[in-house]
């Protein structure tokens, strides 16, 4: 093959085929955390997926009581914005500025994130379809919805004809056709 002289193999050991290279010995397997950051920072991604951590890690960063009253909006030049519930919160986050900064920091870690926040009212934004992280973390915090109770078998026999018989009362063709088919379909 070319670019492989003569010689003795990797290692020159048993088993090593004439006329390789010696290959470059592998590296010191690392933990996965520390991989992961290394990929990232080949990539220059590091700061925008610590940035988005403050989606995702939202509750543990301030916890379970000022979470649900408030979501983060953007952060720009190292500014968080944050919408609030009421503003009653608002004025209360105020004051507990620097101890959620202190909480965010505990989660990010060093080089800081965030260094001064925000706080504006209005409604939960809804996330975007194609932020599944974000997504996939909301959903890993609240329990599935229940699925909902199934409707009751339609009326049949004598319950259908009352109920038949209690709508003939009503004179508009349609309303009576209408009603006679929701209470026939509830049974009720």
Do not use: C
């Amino acid at each position: 093959m070319p670019g492989w002289g003569a010689g003795g193999g990797a290692g020159g050991g048993p088993g090593a085929k004439a006329g390789r290279k010696p290959s470059r010995r592998r590296k010191e397997v690392a933990p996965a955390a520390e991989a992961i950051a290394a990929a990232l920072a080949m990539r220059g991604l590091q700061a925008p997926v610590r940035e988005h951590r403050l989606i995702t890690e939202w509750r543990d960063m301030v916890g379970d009581r000022v979470a649900a009253r408030t979501w983060p909006d953007g952060l720009k030049d190292r500014v968080l914005w944050v919408r609030v519930a009421s503003s009653a919160w608002l004025h209360e986050l105020t004051l507990l500025k620097a101890q959620l900064i202190a909480g965010i920091d505990a989660v990010l870690g060093a080089p800081p994130v965030v260094a001064d926040i925000r706080f504006h009212l209005g409604a939960r934004k809804q996330v975007d379809d194609d932020d599944l992280i974000a997504r996939a973390a909301m959903a890993r915090r609240r329990p599935p919805p229940k699925p909902p109770k199934p409707l009751p078998p339609p009326a049949s026999g004598e319950a259908r004809a009352k109920i038949e018989r209690e709508a003939a009362t009503v004179a508009d063709d349609e309303l009576r056709a209408l009603i006679a088919q929701v209470r026939i379909r509830h049974d009720k």
